[in-house]
Each structure stands twice: as C-alpha cells, then as structure tokens.
C-alpha cells in the first residue's frame, strides 16, 4: 500500500556543486543514482528525477537519453540543474525530456520553489487516481480538519456536526472504493499535523470495516481519529514542526497535547468514547504510557485501536528528522512492541495495510 516514494538524484560521478542535497532531505526521501545504474524501479518510486550531469560529455548523454524514453518516466517530473545556462544545455535539457530546468547554484528560495512546483504535479496526479466520491470525501474532509484545528487554536467552538459530515463520507468512500488512492492522495498534502490526522482515520475507517463494527462504532472511529491530536493545535509550531528530534523539555510540552485535547473535546461535549480515543491513544498496556498511566484493560478498545494507527502511520510517514519506513517494516517493529500494543489487534492490523489489493468491506447497519 506504501510506495515509499523518493527524490531520485541522477548524477555522473563528476564534481559539482551539491548543496542543493540537503535542501531536498529536509523534506523528502532521496536516492542518489549514477546514469548507468538508474532503474525502472528507481523512476516509478520518484516523486520527482533530478538531473546533474555533465551534458557537454557524450558519454552521457546515450545512457541518459535511454533512462529518460523508459516509459516509467512519462508521468514523472524531471528536473535538470544546468551548470551553464546557456542556448546548448537548454536545448539538450529538453531533447533529454526535461520538464524544466534551473541553473545551479542558484538562492536556496528559487530551488526550493521549483522543486515544490514539480512535486505538486505529482500531488495532481495522485487526486486523478481519485474516483469522484473519493475526492470529494477528501476536499471536504481536509478543509474541516485545517478548520477544526484552528478553531480550537483561537479557543473558539469546536463542533462535531461538520466533523461527522466529513467522516460520514470518508466511510461511504472507503466502503465502494477502498483506502489506497485515498491514502496516496493524502500523503501529498504539505501538513504534517492534518496529514496525519487524516491517515488515522482513514487508517481505523478500514480497520474498523475489517473487524466488522457496527456503523455507530464506525463512525465514532473515525471521528475519533480525525480529531484524535486536536490538542496538538495548543503547541507551538517551533516544537511541532522542529526538524530534528525534541530536547526532554520540549518532548514534556509535546506529551502535554493529550490533556490538551481532553479539555478542548470536553468543553466542547464531545461523546465520552471521542474523549477517550484523544486522550488516551498513547497510553501503554504495561502503564508506561501518557497522560494517566492507564494499563492493562483500564485502555480501551477505542484507544487500543487508535494507538495502533497512530503509531503506524508515524513510522511509515516521512518527517523533517526521519525518512518513511515501508509498512513491512513498520508492522515488524509494532508486533515487537508487546506491553505497548496489543499485539492480536496489530496482526489484524496487517489486513489493512500489508494487501496489494484494493479492499473494500461491508459494514454492519
């Protein structure tokens, strides 16, 4: 279900200027490539091909044109960085496929800008997968996250009707037609906070399909995920967005969004399971989890659920401090999490997000 995509970086080998690198991994995974050795593989797994080589070597330019006509690439963005900008490289840039090209080196800004300009074809293409339910589901659900969120940022109301609405139509879709363009679609958006809030509902939409919970559970499941960081709206975005790893004081504020979202959800009397789900998904089974130490059966079947999602989707989404992990191993590493999760709800989990095949469930009225 996870494609694990990545900047594929194409080069010959040759010095050159290659500071841009580390402007691409604060935001995305990469994959370094001489010409010769780019595969078919490589291509389909890339958001976005960047090109640095010599383009006045001959040798190049056969081994390049070949990689370039692989009918992977025909949907794939490709971005050649030109040592010098002149009528030549231009002209080859473009006889070699190029979808643009830039000179480099160049400010950090102009990179930055033209590199997200190519990715978000990527991102167009990802919605086009999307039946119409699938998309509309996803438009509207998307906008009451980002809007839910900042209300509760600004203290003001935070209601359930438009909540439900969206995730009424996030299940209706996922019942026809499945998770997994859904899923891609999502993962292109550029907020990790919403991005992930969504990726858990849609992760325990389906969970919740393949266990077979009646649509009241359902639909408390998904309210549950979509507003189950809430309290993450109360921290800074100087802690929420930092790219590197929390210091022990900032960790201690950023553990402080479940109380955060318990206070927010009850002031705005939410149903007690919804609270439970905000409150308590990091909760451990052993007790050594947050915000009340809950162990053993005092966790919930609802939090149980929801941890298992949250987790998941953490491990297999890319942050500023750490590159995706496939879902193989994300799942390996959670059934080895005994006393953290519950481990006979993880290998149900698996069903969810370890099929090639797109599944769609039938769930109870």
Same mark, same amino acid.
């Given at each position: 279900?996870?494609?694990? $995509? ?16 580390? &402007?691409?991994?604060? =935001? #995305? ?9 780019? !595969? ?11 090109? $640095? ?11 390049? +044109? ?9 949907n794939i963005p490709v971005l050649f960085l030109l040592d010098e900008f002149n009528r030549r490289q231009i002209v080859q840039s473009n006889i070699l496929g ?5 000179? =480099?080196? *160049? ?23 999307? /039946?119409?339910?699938? %998309?509309?589901?996803? +438009? ?26 969206? *995730? ?6 996922? !019942?026809?037609?499945?998770?997994t363009d859904w899923m891609n679609a999502i993962r292109q958006h550029h907020n990790y906070t919403y991005r992930h809030s969504m990726m858990v509902c849609g ?11 009646? +649509?009241?559970?359902? $639909?408390?499941?998904? &309210? ?19 790219? /590197? ?34 409150? #308590?998904?990091?909760?451990? &089974?052993?007790? %050594?989890? =947050?915000?009340?130490?809950? +162990?053993?059966?005092?966790? /919930? ?22 590159? !995706? ?10 059934? %080895? ?12 989990? $698996? ?11 039938? =769930?109870?009225?």
């Open positions: 279900m996870h494609s694990n $995509q990545h900047v594929t970086i194409v080069h010959d080998g040759n010095k050159h200027n290659k500071s841009f690198i580390e &402007l691409v991994k604060r =935001y #995305h995974d990469i994959k370094l490539v001489e010409i010769k050795s780019l !595969s078919a593989e490589d291509i389909k797994r890339s958001l976005l091909i960047i090109v $640095q080589v010599d383009l006045k070597d001959p040798e190049n330019l056969r081994p390049l +044109k070949e990689k370039m006509s692989m009918p992977e690439r025909e190029a979808t643009d090209y830039i000179s =480099y080196p *160049c400010p950090d800004s102009n990179f930055i800008e033209i590199m997200g300009d190519l990715i978000n074809r990527v991102v167009e293409q990802a919605w086009s997968k999307l /039946s119409p339910i699938q %998309e509309n589901a996803l +438009k509207v659900s998307m906008k009451v996250v980002e809007n839910t969120f900042s209300n509760a940022a600004e203290g003001m109301d935070v209601a359930q009707e438009d909540v439900k609405d969206s *995730c009424d139509m996030i299940i209706e879709a996922t !019942s026809k037609d499945g998770l992760y325990l939409t389906s969970f919740g399909m393949l266990l077979g919970v009646k +649509k009241a559970d359902l $639909q408390m499941l998904a &309210l549950g995920g979509m507003v189950h960081d809430i309290g993450k709206s109360k921290i800074s975005l100087n802690i929420l967005d930092k790219p /590197s790893k929390l210091d022990p004081h900032e960790w201690k504020i950023m553990m402080g969004h479940a109380e955060h979202s318990r206070i927010i959800l009850e002031t705005n009397n939410w149903h007690e399971d919804i609270i439970d789900i905000a409150t #308590h998904h990091h909760e451990r &089974l052993d007790g %050594e989890g =947050y915000p009340h130490r809950q +162990k053993g059966r005092d966790v /919930s079947d609802l939090a149980r659920m929801t941890a298992i999602a949250d987790v998941f989707s953490g491990l297999v989404d890319k942050r500023s401090y750490k590159p !995706s992990m496939s879902a193989e191993k994300a799942i390996s590493i959670m059934m %080895e999490a005994e006393g953290h999760l519950d481990i006979p709800l993880v290998k149900a989990f $698996q069903a969810v997000v370890l099929s090639d095949e797109e599944k769609t469930f039938a =769930y109870q009225q």
